[in-house]
């Protein structure tokens, strides 16, 4: 017999990879600025301090570091973890805490838990590309929420929830991946209140938090939640390492909670234990504020410098002025289409990720994605420039 | 509104987790002595050796471990596996190669690739428990096929095949968990056979393959297969640390081993660097002989004093003799209830696993697991004993 996709099961046959993998593969060449990752700075990463804490928690825990541990987590950094989610509005005890693969792991299990095959989800559109292959995955029926600069319209989804009866809503309500929006205090109140009053679990994905540069810390949806329908996921990828792989999700429904202990208990048993101790040695000695700061500084001024980039653009460019993050979203005048933009940028040798990706239903060709993170000045700089002249030229 | 059970998905609303994590829960009484886990041995892990390499590693590729890796694997690793896995029978190259969160993960993408809703799947019967939840998490039809003291017998296999058009066959088949038994040669080719002439996927899990105390090693199933219809599945858990969760699987077939990757991206993004490059490290150093063979050594032992042990066991009791692994499976006289022995069992301070729970469809309520790994030899002897007098005492 001869293997073919129609062995696959049926929802993961239209599911060929993201987009953004494709594009990944064409910045290794030589003098290309890129604009189109995700990833945090090289400078932001600390090899020999990672180094120094695998030490002295392998010695400090010994074997019991090395043997199985439990899947609900390693009860050090699921403090540890409490107390640093807990610092910026989110309602969380030790308990609650479920440490996962980074924040895609906690909504994976969470889709796992929830879902069943044509089940209605609503979600931002634009929204994180990766969130839209996972729903795909477990055959969720995408629902777009229409949002503006202060992120879902809130009357809109409630019009969306009572047509549609979803059963999860994906929301990123800071610094959003990929606009840099930030969800407004009084919708985070709305949004949780709506949560209740229609039985709507809301994943709340917020890797980017602490990434402020200006503006108000705001409380999560999921502070305003009083009966558990919030789920809140955190990631330690974008303030210690990506590399390590640890996350957390305050999931303070315990039944829930349990559920998705057990789709991870399938998934990876559990997730490794000296990771999960390196990230709690980090926060324990009290490294993270210092280490904020000082990437937050950097990510401010680079964020700066694209934001003036822009002057470089044609007339007609409208872009957000996000307050954090990693990203900054951009629309080019009505017509422009930045798939074919990116075509001849990347002849130019300066890449970004057109923003049709991360509509779930396609669309808005003339939109882009811009990340500063992993560019210092003088190339962010000379990347806006050269990609200014490129868009006129095709304008 | 309030959160029911009705709110999960279908297929995960009877599941509620291992029956084995509940009685894990007992064990932490003070002077139990535990024959019911699955666990290395603590004298077989290395926390120093451990230390060191995740610091030589740590210098060595600096902040590239701790960026976002590749959703494929970090690529020395993958070299370094496939170099593992091919002294002993495995056909693979390091592209075949996907690093997976422990064995566990392996499976739990390829169900995803490839199970529809009420798919049939076969298995051994009794199998792995966490195979069968996760069987079970994708709401897979699951077929026991019958086995004997050489494992799956092939000729029944075949007949299952040709009644339920099962699109996967899920076998362990080296020291077999639960219960220590090895596939023979034959079996093994014919089962290769099996899959290329019906086209059934095999998922070959083999975690226990290098803990062989005697006998010779035996070539994969993987290693019979010319179609790439096998998906083998190691780990290094048993040989080097659970904790560290790493696992490797060989994909031949480049459709199917592209579809996990996608399905592993949505799941976690990537394994971590760290972990990867420190297993890479231990076997690049040539640490693994060396250390298989001390382990194997004291765990030999450690078998033959169980072996030794079911001289306490009243008459008519059987058990299994194993080349290997860390399981003896025993069946008491008929009629006795190993669930029953149980709960005296632990009263008395000795604990294993009934063997019922391995069973897909229960039933076989004179069976039990026993770990002989973590206990050594005095505490074997002691525990035997007790062990037998509790049952001789219910029988």
Redesign the interface.
Known sequence: ???T?E??????RP????AI?EIFKLLAKPGMISFA?G??S?TA????V??GL??EV??Q???A?????ATDGFNPFRESAAEFLGTCGVNCTAEDILPT??G??AF?VLL??????GDAMLCESPTFL?AI??MR?YNAKLISMPTDENGVIVEAAEELIKQYHP?LMYVIPTFQNPTGITLSLERRKALAALA????V?IAEDDPYRDLRYSGEELPSIQSFDE???VVYMSSF?KYV?????VGAAAIK?P??R??M???K???????????QAIVDAYLRKGMMPGHLARICGDYREQLNAMLDGFKFFPEGTVHTVPQGGLFVWAALPEGMDAMKVFERAVENNVAFVPGTHFYPDGGHLNTLRLNFSMSDIPTINRGMERLGEVIRAEG
């Open positions: 017999m001869i293997f996709e062995m696959f099961a049926r929802h993961m599911i060929n990879g993201s993998r990752g990833n945090p090289n990463l600390e090899p020999q990672i180094a695998a030490g392998l010695e825990y010994g074997t570091l090395l043997q199985y541990g693969q980074g895609t792991q994976d796992k838990a929830l879902v069943d095959p990766g292959q996972a995955e059963k209740s009053k229609y039985g679990v009966e558990g329908w990828s390492a990506p590399g390590l792989r429904n039944l829930l349990r559920k202990v057990i789709g208990q399938s998934a990876d048993t559990h997730s490794p234990l000296l990771n």
